[in-house]
C-alpha cells in the first residue's frame, strides 16, 4: 500500500485526528488538574466580557414625604479580547516506517499509525505546556507568549490596578517570633480580596509559591509547628503532602513548575477559588473551513499529503484558548528576599 493510499485511510481524516489528540493521556498539570479555569467553546474568534459596576449605596434617613434617593448609575464596559491561535506542525516520513513492513504489505498501517500517535502525543504535550504557561500567567494578570510579549495584560484590558505586593511580606516579620503576624497579613489579604469582589463569599483561597518564598513561609517561626504537625500527619497516613500546608485559611503549596512554566522563587500567589465565572477559558474553533462557525474544541489536528503524495505526510494540531482572570483586582501577591 502505497503512502497516498494510507493517507487516504481512516488514520489521518481531520475528524479522527482531532478525536485522537483530544483523548491523547497527559501528564498532571497542577492548574489544570484543580480545574481552577472554567472551560467552554465558542463559535466566534474573539469574545466580549461585559463589566457593570455592581457597588451598593447606603440609603440616607428622610422625612417622611421627602424625595426618594435616587439610584447611582451603574456604570457598563464592554472589554473585547481576541482569542489567540496556537498552531504546532511535525512531519511523518515515508522512510520512518520503511523498516517495519514489507514494501507493498498491508501491516504499514500498523507502522504508520503507531508514529502518527507518537507524534500527535508529543504535539499534545507541548500544547499542554503552552496552555498550562497561560493559566500560570492568568492567575497573574499578565499572559505572556513563548518569547515573553505580552499577549494580556489583565489589569489594563479591565482598566485596573495591580494589588500592592506588601500585603504578605515575610522579610518584614521574619525576625519577629510573636504569634500572629503573618495570620493578620494573611487576615489582610482575605478581607482585600473579599472587598474587591464586592462581598462575595470565597470559599477557599490557594497560594502556590515559589521555591525560595515556600521555604521561607514554612521556616518561618510561627509557621514552622503547624508546617511539621501536618507533615508530620500526613506521615502518619501515608500521605506525602511535605510541599504544602494550611496557615490562617489559606492552603500554601510549592508549585511543581520547571522551565517558563514557573513562578517566580520569590513569590506567591494568592488564588480565591471556588468563585463562579471568576477564571475561564474561551476556546474559538480552528481557522479551517470543517470547523468555521462551530463551537470550539480544546484541540485540533489535521493532516496534509506532500506533493509528490509520496514522500511525507505533515500534521498540524493547534490549540485557540484564552485564559484569564475577569477580576484582575483579585491578584494579590506575596513576595520575599531571594538572598
Not at 507524534?119 to 500567567?137: A, I, P, V
Not at 503532602?241 to 506567591?268: I, Q, R
Request: proline share 6%; glycine share 8%; with cysteine.
Amino acid at each position: 500500500m502505497s503512502l497516498a493510499n494510507v493517507f487516504k485511510s481512516s488514520l489521518f481524516q481531520t475528524t479522527s485526528l482531532t478525536a485522537a489528540i483530544n483523548e491523547a493521556e497527559t501528564p498532571p498539570q497542577r492548574l489544570a488538574e484543580l480545574g481552577l479555569f472554567e472551560e467552554s467553546g465558542v463559535p466566534t474568534t474573539s469574545v466580549v466580557i461585559e463589566k457593570k459596576g455592581s457597588r451598593l449605596q447606603i440609603v440616607p434617613a428622610k422625612a417622611r414625604g421627602a424625595n426618594p434617593t435616587p439610584m447611582t448609575e451603574q456604570t457598563r464596559r464592554a472589554i473585547n479580547l481576541t482569542i489567540p491561535h496556537f498552531p504546532a506542525q511535525d512531519m511523518l516520513y515515508a522512510d520512518e516506517v520503511q523498516n517495519v513492513r514489507a514494501f507493498g504489505s498491508e501491516n504499514e498501517l500498523q507502522g504508520v499509525q503507531q508514529r502518527r500517535d507518537e507524534k500527535l502525543q508529543n504535539m499534545n504535550l507541548t500544547l499542554d505546556n503552552t496552555e498550562e504557561y497561560h493559566r500560570l500567567g492568568a492567575i497573574q494578570g499578565l499572559v505572556l507568549d513563548a518569547d515573553g510579549s505580552t499577549l494580556y495584560d489583565l489589569f489594563d484590558e479591565f482598566g485596573v490596578t495591580e494589588p500592592a505586593t506588601q500585603y504578605l511580606d515575610l522579610d518584614a516579620a521574619w525576625a519577629t517570633t510573636d504569634g500572629g503576624v503573618i495570620r493578620g497579613k494573611l487576615q489582610t489579604v482575605k478581607t482585600e480580596i473579599r472587598k474587591a469582589l464586592f462581598n462575595a463569599r470565597v470559599p477557599s483561597l490557594w497560594a502556590p509559591c515559589g521555591e525560595v518564598f515556600f521555604q521561607k513561609i514554612s521556616n518561618h517561626p510561627e509557621v514552622r509547628e503547624t508546617y511539621l504537625a501536618q507533615a508530620a500527619a500526613n506521615d502518619l497516613r501515608g500521605s506525602d503532602a511535605s510541599d504544602s500546608f494550611s496557615y490562617g485559611g489559606v492552603l500554601f503549596e510549592l508549585y511543581p513548575g520547571y522551565g517558563d512554566v514557573e513562578l517566580p522563587e520569590d513569590e506567591c500567589r494568592f488564588v480565591p477559588m471556588g468563585v463562579p465565572g471568576l477564571f475561564i477559558c474561551r476556546f474559538a474553533p480552528a481557522p479551517w473551513f470543517d470547523a468555521v462557525n462551530t463551537i470550539g474544541l480544546p484541540r485540533y489536528a489535521m493532516a496534509t499529503l506532500d506533493p509528490t503524495g509520496q514522500k511525507f505526510i505533515e500534521l498540524e494540531a493547534q490549540t485557540n484558548g484564552l485564559h484569564i482572570c475577569t477580576r484582575p483586582e483579585v491578584l494579590f501577591r506575596g513576595h520575599v528576599d531571594a538572598s
